[in-house]
T-cell receptor, first 116, second 111 residues
């Protein structure tokens, strides 16, 4: 099992450019998440998807859009990148409520994004 | 407002010197508290879940405990390979998909 995979690993954008971060999980989890991590701050939730076909805003959704393509894949799109979006982005999926590790999240390796 | 605070921000230990990391929280209806380990340049890795006050979980040199207001991650006789950032997160009861993370404790264990 690969767990949670993310592409790309690193990206440099100019202000105003757009890009899509890809995420896939092979653990058959219903819930998936996008977080950003900035120095000195905890992981902050951008968007989440409780199940295929549904998405909801998290703590910091402005400037982002998401798509839950199917049960495995959850993408994050920056339509017009800004320097404030320079960060490390993590995708995660979550164990089901009936799992022995109820609530545990499994994270991908991250995408490091630099917006100039 | 739901909030998670971790202390200290950084901790330097000598190999074998035991210590504890703290995670204090204010949340409406705690559903679960989670500890993760994060190595530089990698994603967080799940360690423990605690669901109710008084619960304890152990794994090798790590032991996590939970009270109604805080959790501790006790590290007994640490080794250099325990060096990492340890993150705490809480899951509120109102929305199973809302998780609040602390900013972490960076642990450095010197040989």
């Amino acid at each position: 099992n690969a767990g949670v995979t993310q592409t790309p690993k690193f990206q440099v954008l100019k202000t105003g450019q757009s890009m899509t971060l890809q995420c896939a999980q092979d653990m058959n989890h219903n819930s998936m998440y996008w977080y950003r991590q900035d120095p000195g701050m905890g992981l902050r939730l951008i968007y989440y998807s409780a199940s295929e076909g549904t998405t909801d805003k998290g703590e910091v959704p402005n400037g982002y859009n998401v798509s839950r393509l199917n049960k495995r894949e959850f993408s994050l799109r920056l339509e017009s990148a800004a320097p404030s979006q320079t960060s490390v982005y993590f995708c995660a999926s979550r164990s089901g409520e009936r799992d022995s590790r109820r609530g545990a999240q499994y994270f991908g390796p991250g995408t490091r994004l630099l917006v100039l | 407002e739901d909030q998670v605070t971790q202390s200290p921000e950084a901790l330097r230990l000598q190999e074998g010197e035991s210590s504890s990391l703290n995670c204090s929280y204010t949340v409406s209806g705690l559903r679960g508290l989670f500890w993760y380990r994060q190595d530089p340049g990698k994603g967080p890795e799940f360690l423990f879940t605690l669901y109710s006050a008084g619960e304890e979980k152990e794994k090798e040199r790590l032991k996590a405990t939970l009270t109604k207001k805080e959790s501790f991650l006790h590290i007994t006789a640490p080794k250099p390979e325990d060096s990492a950032t340890y993150l705490c997160a809480v899951q509120a009861g109102g929305n199973f998909n809302k998780f609040y993370f602390g900013s972490g404790t960076k642990l450095n264990v010197k040989p």
